[in-house]
C-alpha cells in the first residue's frame, strides 16, 4: 500500500510539472506567431523599398543619358563659337553686326547652359542623397531581417526541442505509467502469494515445533537411559573422538605438499650445484691445486664443501615423507603430522652445516682479497658476498626455528599455544622472502664478481665455465625461492585454517598420544561403514534363469557347430594354399619356359639382322630402317583396336595386329591376362558358394539343433503339449515346409558344386590347350 501511494504521489507530480510545460508551450507559441508576423511585415516593406531604389535608378539611367547629350550638344556649341572666332578676327569689319548677334546667341546659350548644369548639378546631390539614404535603409533593414531569421530560427530550435522534449516526457510518463499499473498489479499478486506463503509458513512452523518438541522429548529420555556420561566436557575423552571427515580439504592439502615437494627438489638440486662448484672454484682460484697448492683453508673448507649431498638430500627426503603421510583417508592436523619433526631435524643439519662452513667461506673470501690479482672492485664485490652469506645463514635459521616450532604439536604440545600458531606461519612467509631477497642480492653481486674476474689477464677457461655454473645455480636458487616465497604468500590462508582438531574455544594441542588413538579409530569406523555400505547380491527370477539356460544350452550347441564349420574351412583354406602354391609353381615353370623360348627367338632375330645389315650397304640400310619404323606405326595402329573372341571360357578380348603377322608377345600377354582374371574370377565364385554351403549347412545344423531341443521340451512338458497340439502341429509344418526348402537348397547347392566342378576340369583342359598352343607358338616362332 506504502508503494501504490509513492507511486501516486509521483504520479501527480509529474503531471504537474506536464501541466506547467504545457503552459509555457503555449506562451512559446505565440511569441513565434508574433515573430513570425513582424518577419513577414519587414520582408514586405524590404520589397517596397526595393521598388523604389528600382525607380530611382532608371531615373537616374535618365538623367545620366540626358546628361551625356547635352554634354555633346555643349561641345558642338563650343567648336562652333571656336570657329565662329577664327572667322571674326578675319572679318571683324564687315561682320559687327553678326559678332552682336551671336553674342546675344552665347550669353543665351550660356545662360541656359548654366541652368542645366545647375540642375544637373542639383539632381545629382539629390540622387546622391537618395542613393545613400536607400542604402543606409537597406543595410538597416537587412540587418534587422538577419537578426530576426536568427531569432526565429532560435525559437524554432527551441520550440523543436522543447515539443520533442515534452513528447519524450509525454512517452515517458505513459511508460512509466503502464510500468507501474503492470507493477502494481504484479505487486498485488505477490501480495496474495505472500499471504499464502505466510499461512503456510505459519502452518508448517507449527507442525515443526510440535515435531522438533516431540524429538526433543524423545533424544531428552533416550540421553537420560542410554548416554552414561558426557565425553565433550572433558578434553582428554574428547580428544579421542574422530572428527568429522573433510575429502576436500585433504586432496587440497596433499596437492599443496605436492607443490611443495617439487618446489623443495629443485631447490635441493639448486643448492647442491651450488656447493660442488663453489668447492670447484675453491680448488682452482685463486691458487690452481692442478699446479700448486692451496691454503690448509681452503683445504678444509674444500673439504667440507664435499660434504654437502648429506645434508643437502636428507632435505627432499624429509619433505617426501610428510607428503607420503598425507593421504585421502586420514586427518591432516599438525598434531598428526609427525613426518614434519623428520623434515625439521633434517634442516636443522643443514643449518649446521651452514655454520660450519661459514667462517672458512669468510675466509676464503679475505684471502681472495689479499691476492696481487684482486682490484678494488673484486674486494667491494667480495665484501658485499661476505655479508650476503652471513644473511643467507640468518635466513636458514630463522627457517628452522620457524619450522622447528610448527613441528613442536606433534611432539611437545605444551611448548605451543594455538592461537601463536597464526603468526608463526606469517613469520615463515616473511622469512621465505627474506631469503628469496637476499638470493638475489647474491645473484646481483656474484655476476657483477665473475665479469670482473674475466677480466683479468690470467683468468683460465676453467674459472669462467665454474663461475658460469656457480652463477645458474644461483639463478635457479632464486628462481626456486621466488617460487616457494610466493607458493606459501598465496595459500597462506588454507595453511592457517583448522589446523587443530580439538574445540574450536580451546587455547592448547591435543596430546599426540590421542591423536594417533583417535586415527586408529577412524580407520575402524570407516572399515565398519565399508561393512555396513556392502551391498547384497541380488537373485535372478526363476523364469528369467529358466530362460537364460535355454539360450546357454543353444549357444553352446551353436558354438560346437561354429567350431566344426571353422575346423572346415580352415581345412579347406589349407588345400586351397596347396593349390595356390602348385598353380603358382606351374605359372613360374611356365614364365622360365616362356623367358627361354623368347631369348631363343630374339637371339635369332639378331643373328638374321645382323647377316642382313653386313650385306645391304648403307642406302639399303636406311630404307629397310624407314620401312621398319613405318610398319611399327601401322601395327601399333591396328593393336590399338580391340578384337572379341567368344568361346567355352568366356569373352577373350584381344588386339589384332597386321592381317598377315600377328605379334606373338602381345598376344601370350592377352592371353595369360585373360585365363588369370579367369581363374580368379572363378576361385572367387567357388569361394563364395563354399560359404554360401556353409552357411546354409550351420543354418540347417543350428535348426536341427532347435528341432531336438523342442522334442526336449515336449517331453518335459507334455501336459502343456496336449493344451497347445493345434500351435504343434502347424509348427511341424512349417518345420518340414522348411526341411524340404533347405534340403531342395541343399541339392541346389550340390548341382551348382558339380557343375563348379565341371567348369574347373573344363579349366584345366583349356589351360592344357593354352600350354598346347604355347608350345605350337614357340615352334612357329623357332621355325620363323
Given at each position: 500500500?506504502?508503494?501504490?501511494?509513492?507511486?501516486?504521489?509521483?504520479?501527480?507530480?509529474?503531471?504537474?510539472?506536464?501541466?506547467?510545460?504545457?503552459?509555457?508551450?503555449?506562451?512559446?507559441?505565440?511569441?513565434?506567431?508574433?515573430?513570425?508576423?513582424?518577419?513577414?511585415?519587414?520582408?514586405?516593406?524590404?520589397?517596397?523599398?526595393?521598388?523604389?531604389?528600382?525607380?530611382?535608378?532608371?531615373?537616374?539611367?535618365?538623367?545620366?543619358?540626358?546628361?551625356?547629350?547635352?554634354?555633346?550638344?555643349?561641345?558642338?556649341?563650343?567648336?562652333?563659337?571656336?570657329?565662329?572666332?577664327?572667322?571674326?578676327?578675319?572679318?571683324?569689319?564687315?561682320?559687327?553686326?553678326?559678332?552682336?548677334?551671336?553674342?546675344?546667341?552665347?550669353?543665351?546659350?550660356?545662360?541656359?547652359?548654366?541652368?542645366?548644369?545647375?540642375?544637373?548639378?542639383?539632381?545629382?546631390?539629390?540622387?546622391?542623397?537618395?542613393?545613400?539614404?536607400?542604402?543606409?535603409?537597406?543595410?538597416?533593414?537587412?540587418?534587422?531581417?538577419?537578426?530576426?531569421?536568427?531569432?526565429?530560427?532560435?525559437?524554432?530550435?527551441?520550440?523543436?526541442?522543447?515539443?520533442?522534449?515534452?513528447?519524450?516526457?509525454?512517452?515517458?510518463?505513459?511508460?512509466?505509467?503502464?510500468?507501474?499499473?503492470?507493477?502494481?498489479?504484479?505487486?498485488?499478486?505477490?501480495?496474495?502469494?505472500?499471504?499464502?506463503?505466510?499461512?503456510?509458513?505459519?502452518?508448517?512452523?507449527?507442525?515443526?515445533?510440535?515435531?522438533?518438541?516431540?524429538?526433543?522429548?524423545?533424544?531428552?529420555?533416550?540421553?537420560?537411559?542410554?548416554?552414561?556420561?558426557?565425553?565433550?566436557?572433558?578434553?582428554?575423552?574428547?580428544?579421542?573422538?574422530?572428527?568429522?571427515?573433510?575429502?576436500?580439504?585433504?586432496?587440497?592439502?596433499?596437492?599443496?605438499?605436492?607443490?611443495?615437494?617439487?618446489?623443495?627438489?629443485?631447490?635441493?638440486?639448486?643448492?647442491?650445484?651450488?656447493?660442488?662448484?663453489?668447492?670447484?672454484?675453491?680448488?682452482?682460484?685463486?691458487?690452481?691445486?692442478?699446479?700448486?697448492?692451496?691454503?690448509?683453508?681452503?683445504?678444509?673448507?674444500?673439504?667440507?664443501?664435499?660434504?654437502?649431498?648429506?645434508?643437502?638430500?636428507?632435505?627432499?627426503?624429509?619433505?617426501?615423507?610428510?607428503?607420503?603421510?598425507?593421504?585421502?583417508?586420514?586427518?591432516?592436523?599438525?598434531?598428526t603430522t609427525v613426518k614434519l619433526k623428520a623434515f625439521s631435524d633434517y634442516l636443522t643439519s643443514y643449518v649446521h652445516f651452514l655454520r660450519k662452513i661459514l667462517p672458512y667461506q669468510l675466509k676464503s673470501l679475505e684471502e681472495e682479497c689479499e691476492s696481487s690479482l684482486c682490484t678494488a672492485a673484486l674486494r667491494a664485490r667480495n665484501t658485499e658476498l661476505q655479508n650476503d652469506m652471513k644473511k643467507l645463514t640468518a635466513v636458514f635459521e630463522k627457517l628452522h626455528m620457524y619450522i622447528s616450532l610448527l613441528a613442536l604439536p606433534s611432539t611437545k604440545p605444551d611448548r605451543l599455544l594455538r592461537t601463536n600458531i597464526g603468526s608463526v606461519f606469517t613469520h615463515v612467509a616473511s622469512a621465505l622472502h627474506r631469503f628469496h631477497d637476499v638470493m638475489k642480492d647474491i645473484s646481483k653481486h656474484y655476476s657483477q664478481k665473475a665479469a670482473l674476474e674475466h677480466e683479468l689477464p690470467t683468468a683460465t677457461q676453467k674459472l669462467i665455465t665454474t663461475n658460469d655454473c656457480i652463477l645458474s645455480s644461483v639463478v635457479a636458487l632464486t628462481n626456486g625461492a621466488g617460487k616457494v616465497a610466493s607458493f606459501f604468500?598465496?595459500?597462506?590462508?588454507?595453511?592457517?585454517?583448522?589446523?587443530?582438531?580439538?574445540?574450536?574455544?580451546?587455547?592448547?594441542?591435543?596430546?599426540?598420544?590421542?591423536?594417533?588413538?583417535?586415527?586408529?579409530?577412524?580407520?575402524?569406523?570407516?572399515?565398519?561403514?565399508?561393512?555396513?555400505?556392502?551391498?547384497?547380491?541380488?537373485?535372478?527370477?526363476?523364469?528369467?534363469?529358466?530362460?537364460?539356460?535355454?539360450?546357454?544350452?543353444?549357444?553352446?550347441?551353436?558354438?560346437?557347430?561354429?567350431?566344426?564349420?571353422?575346423?572346415?574351412?580352415?581345412?579347406?583354406?589349407?588345400?586351397?594354399?596347396?593349390?595356390?602354391?602348385?598353380?603358382?609353381?606351374?605359372?613360374?615353370?611356365?614364365?622360365?619356359?616362356?623367358?627361354?623360348?623368347?631369348?631363343?627367338?630374339?637371339?635369332?632375330?639378331?643373328?638374321?639382322?645382323?647377316?642382313?645389315?653386313?650385306?645391304?650397304?648403307?642406302?639399303?640400310?636406311?630404307?629397310?630402317?624407314?620401312?621398319?619404323?613405318?610398319?611399327?606405326?601401322?601395327?601399333?595402329?591396328?593393336?590399338?583396336?580391340?578384337?572379341?573372341?567368344?568361346?567355352?571360357?568366356?569373352?577373350?578380348?584381344?588386339?589384332?595386329?597386321?592381317?598377315?603377322?600377328?605379334?606373338?608377345?602381345?598376344?601370350?600377354?592377352?592371353?595369360?591376362?585373360?585365363?588369370?582374371?579367369?581363374?580368379?574370377?572363378?576361385?572367387?565364385?567357388?569361394?563364395?558358394?563354399?560359404?554360401?554351403?556353409?552357411?546354409?549347412?550351420?543354418?540347417?545344423?543350428?535348426?536341427?539343433?532347435?528341432?531336438?531341443?523342442?522334442?526336449?521340451?515336449?517331453?518335459?512338458?507334455?501336459?502343456?503339449?496336449?493344451?497347445?497340439?493345434?500351435?504343434?502341429?502347424?509348427?511341424?509344418?512349417?518345420?518340414?515346409?522348411?526341411?524340404?526348402?533347405?534340403?531342395?537348397?541343399?541339392?541346389?547347392?550340390?548341382?551348382?558344386?558339380?557343375?563348379?566342378?565341371?567348369?574347373?576340369?573344363?579349366?584345366?583342359?583349356?589351360?592344357?590347350?593354352?600350354?598346347?598352343?604355347?608350345?605350337?607358338?614357340?615352334?612357329?616362332?623357332?621355325?620363323?
Open positions: 500500500m506504502a508503494a501504490t501511494a509513492e507511486l501516486q504521489g509521483k504520479y501527480q507530480k509529474l503531471a504537474q510539472e506536464y501541466s506547467k510545460l504545457r503552459a509555457q508551450n503555449q506562451v512559446l507559441k505565440k511569441g513565434v506567431v508574433d515573430e513570425q508576423a513582424n518577419s513577414a511585415s519587414l520582408k514586405e516593406q524590404l520589397k517596397m523599398k526595393d521598388q523604389s531604389l528600382r525607380k530611382l535608378q532608371q531615373e537616374m539611367d535618365s538623367l545620366a543619358f540626358r546628361n551625356q547629350q547635352l554634354a555633346k550638344r555643349v561641345e558642338l556649341l563650343q567648336d562652333e563659337l571656336a570657329l565662329s572666332e577664327s572667322k571674326g578676327k578675319k572679318n571683324k569689319k564687315s561682320s559687327e553686326a553678326s559678332s552682336q548677334l551671336s553674342q546675344e546667341q552665347k550669353n543665351v546659350f550660356d545662360e541656359d547652359l548654366q541652368k542645366k548644369i545647375e540642375e544637373n548639378e542639383r539632381l545629382h546631390i539629390q540622387f546622391f542623397e537618395a542613393d545613400e539614404k536607400h542604402k543606409h535603409l537597406e543595410s538597416e533593414l537587412r540587418s534587422r531581417l538577419e537578426v530576426l531569421e536568427m531569432e526565429a530560427a532560435q525559437h524554432q530550435a527551441v520550440v523543436e526541442g522543447l515539443t520533442r522534449k515534452y513528447m519524450d516526457a509525454i512517452e515517458k510518463l505513459q511508460n512509466d505509467k503502464a510500468k507501474l499499473e503492470i507493477k502494481s498489479q504484479a505487486l498485488e499478486r505477490e501480495a496474495k502469494d505472500c499471504r499464502v506463503r505466510t499461512e503456510e509458513c505459519q502452518q508448517q512452523l507449527r507442525n515443526l515445533h510440535s515435531d522438533l518438541g516431540s524429538r526433543l522429548d524423545e533424544s531428552l529420555h533416550i540421553i537420560r537411559e542410554k548416554v552414561p556420561f558426557n565425553d565433550t566436557r572433558s578434553r582428554q575423552f574428547n580428544a579421542l573422538n574422530v572428527p568429522l571427515h573433510n575429502r576436500r580439504r585433504q586432496l587440497k592439502l596433499r596437492d599443496l605438499v605436492g607443490q611443495a615437494l617439487a618446489f623443495v627438489q629443485d631447490l635441493v638440486t639448486a643448492l647442491l650445484n651450488f656447493h660442488t662448484y663453489t668447492e670447484q672454484r675453491v680448488q682452482i682460484f685463486p691458487v690452481d691445486s692442478a699446479t700448486d697448492t692451496i691454503s690448509p683453508l681452503n683445504q678444509k673448507f674444500s673439504q667440507y664443501l664435499h660434504e654437502n649431498a648429506s645434508y643437502v638430500r636428507p632435505l627432499e627426503e624429509g619433505m617426501l615423507l610428510l607428503f607420503e603421510s598425507i593421504t585421502e583417508d586420514t586427518v591432516t592436523v599438525l598434531e604468500g598465496n595459500n597462506l590462508d588454507c595453511f592457517t585454517a583448522s589446523l587443530s582438531y580439538g574445540p574450536e574455544g580451546g587455547t592448547e594441542f591435543i596430546n599426540p598420544l590421542s591423536a594417533e588413538c583417535m586415527l586408529q579409530y577412524k580407520k575402524k569406523a570407516a572399515a565398519y561403514m565399508k561393512l555396513l555400505k556392502k551391498p547384497c547380491c541380488d537373485s535372478v527370477p526363476y523364469e528369467e534363469a529358466l530362460a537364460n539356460r535355454r539360450i546357454l544350452l543353444s549357444s553352446t550347441e551353436s558354438r560346437e557347430g561354429l567350431a566344426q564349420q571353422v575346423q572346415q574351412s580352415l581345412e579347406k583354406i589349407a588345400k586351397l594354399e596347396q593349390e595356390k602354391e602348385h598353380w603358382m609353381l606351374e605359372a613360374q615353370l611356365a614364365k622360365i619356359r616362356l623367358e627361354k623360348e623368347n631369348k631363343k627367338v630374339a637371339d635369332k632375330l639378331k643373328n638374321s639382322g645382323s647377316g642382313l645389315l653386313i650385306e645391304a650397304s648403307p642406302e639399303t640400310s636406311l630404307l629397310l630402317n624407314a620401312s621398319e619404323h613405318e610398319k611399327e606405326v601401322v601395327t601399333e595402329k591396328v593393336l590399338r583396336e580391340p578384337i572379341k573372341c567368344t568361346s567355352l571360357v568366356g569373352m577373350l578380348t584381344m588386339t589384332a595386329c597386321n592381317e598377315e603377322v600377328p605379334e606373338a608377345d602381345t598376344r601370350e600377354d592377352l592371353i595369360k591376362n585373360h585365363y588369370t582374371a579367369r581363374i580368379v574370377e572363378l576361385t572367387s565364385q567357388l569361394q563364395l558358394a563354399d560359404s554360401k554351403s556353409v552357411h546354409f549347412h550351420a543354418e540347417c545344423r543350428a535348426l536341427a539343433k532347435r528341432l531336438s531341443l523342442a522334442e526336449k521340451s515336449k517331453e518335459l512338458s507334455a501336459e502343456e503339449m496336449r493344451q497347445s497340439r493345434q500351435s504343434i502341429t502347424r509348427l511341424q509344418d512349417e518345420l518340414t515346409t522348411t526341411k524340404r526348402s533347405y534340403e531342395d537348397q541343399l541339392s541346389m547347392m550340390s548341382d551348382h558344386l558339380c557343375s563348379m566342378n565341371e567348369t574347373l576340369s573344363k579349366q584345366r583342359e583349356e589351360i592344357d590347350t593354352l600350354k598346347l598352343t604355347n608350345k605350337g607358338n614357340s615352334k612357329k616362332n623357332k621355325s620363323r
